[in-house]
């Protein structure tokens, strides 16, 4: 860029230096009485935004729909993928949050997270797949003689947490065995006997990742390009198929469910 | 039959005064806690198994409490998180300029520029070492609204203790410890520090702390001078 073009677009004398700023030389004259931020009596507290809170990531609204939102959201927290899909399970209809805190907790015990009960459903509800109903309080007052009042909370708060529309259906694709499908008959359907072969493994029993490994590792589909038993635990996990637990790799029911399906389509595929 | 009056009179009396001390001290170990660090699920669920009465005759202290009970009733889980984050914004702020919170140090509010561990501190560790006071796990200035306050509420527990023990002199000797620190400290930066609480929270909780605190020690500051006048006349 030309030095002319320069000094167009940079005024030297308005040029700005933080240092120059005096914390203890506030002009009270210049403070604006209409805004609460001057009564701080500092100037770069002015022109800070009253409300200082980010917008949410997963909104309606940034993501075009409560359902886009909600895909989202479960696409950019995988770990945290099968606890926020179960609660949405266990919300239709309505629960209450004591009772989800403790299924959340249960469900969390092999899978620890920072995050609790209220940030995960709080997350859900900014997405749009949640909603959150607070009964209604009232002022208790206990006479305890001698004209004594106090004020006692005789009953606690316990809000119900429920599904939306938006939540249930994101529930149902979560849950029909979509994913799974799509990623053992067709992206990975090269690999349908070792899928197989790992299902019906752990079905028997619970299984170690090692386990696993050599299972998959007698297969000559796997050594070229080479795969893992990691992969498919990986793949079986993403899918919801596949869950750990107790110290090891168990199928979960979805798993289950659409264990007869690998079959066929295996038998099938050998026909 | 008089004298035997005189001294159930006397006992009683003195059951009232150790029952005083331990309500002193139950309300600043009560107050002290909830500015030490944020509310979590058991100190929640303590609050809200409270009873808070509902006049006391003090407008700071009953506006105090009507906001700690509105804000506790409607309390739940989520409330942890919610207070964490307002005690934050309260009492830490984002900024550091020395104006962006209610800062919790009284050296802050009675220094100049408003720095940490000036002058009130080493007062305060002075008169927490003349008092066999020492240092915990605390890592911060002694200055702290924390530490003050349990400073109130151990004096008024060593009060209660020596009139449990028939030991008036002692008794009487604290309540001045505590009447000349409440002077010397609490009272010489609470109102400042209060008046910020209020600025800076926006949680019912916090806004009630605010008035609590300020009330109950302007409440007990007068208990106290009463007390020990009437000692002072007896005397």
């Known amino acids: 860029m030309a030095e002319d073009q320069i000094a167009g677009l940079w005024d030297e004398e308005e040029e700005f230096d933080p240092l120059a700023v005096d914390d203890l030389d506030i002009d009270q004259e210049d403070m604006d009485d209409d805004n609460p931020l001057d009564t701080v009596d500092y100037p770069t507290m002015r022109n800070m935004p009253e409300d200082m809170r980010r917008e949410a990531v997963y909104s309606p609204e940034r993501q075009g729909g409560a359902v886009e939102a909600v895909l989202s959201l479960f696409d950019h927290n995988p770990a945290r993928r099968p606890v926020l899909v179960s609660i949405l399970g266990w919300c239709d209809g309505g629960c209450l949050n004591s009772e989800l805190t403790e299924k959340v907790d249960a469900l969390q015990a092999d899978n620890r997270s920072v995050y609790g009960t209220t940030t995960l459903c709080r997350m859900l509800e900014r997405a749009g797949a949640l909603e959150l109903e607070m009964p209604e309080t009232s002022e208790e007052r206990e006479d305890a003689g001698e004209g004594v009042e106090f004020l006692e909370i005789k009953e606690r708060v316990d809000p119900v947490w429920r599904t939306t529309d938006a939540g249930r259906e994101v529930f149902g694709q979560m849950t029909d065995g979509s994913a799974f499908r799509t990623m053992v008959f067709d992206r990975d359907a090269k690999y349908l006997e070792v899928y197989r072969a790992v299902m019906g493994f752990v079905n028997e029993r619970p299984r170690s990742k090692d386990d696993i490994e050599q299972l998959v590792d007698a297969f000559e589909v796997v050594q070229s390009p080479r795969r893992f038993g990691g992969h498919f635990i990986d793949m079986l996990e993403k899918t919801d198929a596949l869950c750990w637990k107790d110290r090891s790799w168990q199928l979960t029911d979805l798993g289950r469910r659409m264990l007869p399906e690998v079959e066929a389509a295996f038998s099938k595929k050998g026909e | ?235």
């Open chain 2, 1 to 235: 039959m008089a004298e035997d009056m005189i001294a159930a009179q006397a006992a009683e009396q003195e059951a009232d005064l150790v029952a005083l001390m331990d309500g002193r001290a139950r309300m600043y170990g009560l107050m002290a806690r909830l500015f030490l660090k944020e509310v979590d699920k058991a100190a929640l669920t303590e609050l809200q198994g409270m009873r808070f009465p509902a006049a006391t005759g003090n407008a700071k202290v009953d506006e105090g409490y009507h906001m700690l009970y509105d804000y506790l009733r409607t309390s739940w889980d989520d409330s942890i998180n919610e207070l964490a984050i307002d005690y934050v914004r309260t009492f830490i702020g984002h900024g550091v300029n020395g104006f962006s919170a209610a800062y919790p140090f009284e050296s802050v509010y009675t220094s100049e520029r408003r720095l940490m561990m000036q002058e009130a501190r080493a007062e305060v560790l002075q008169t927490l070492r003349e008092n066999n006071l020492k240092r915990g796990s605390w890592t911060e200035g002694e200055d702290h609204i924390a530490l003050e306050l349990e400073f109130m509420q151990r004096m008024a527990m060593r009060a209660a203790d020596a009139l449990r023990a028939g030991d008036e002199d002692a008794a009487i000797e604290h309540l001045r410890t505590q009447r000349t620190f409440a002077q010397d400290h609490l009272l010489n930066w609470l109102p400042m520090m209060t008046e910020d609480m209020r600025r800076f929270s926006r949680t019912m909780f916090y806004q009630g702390l605010a008035q609590l605190v300020m009330g109950y020690a302007e409440e007990d500051a007068a208990v106290l001078d009463e007390l020990l006048d009437s000692v002072d006349q007896a005397a």
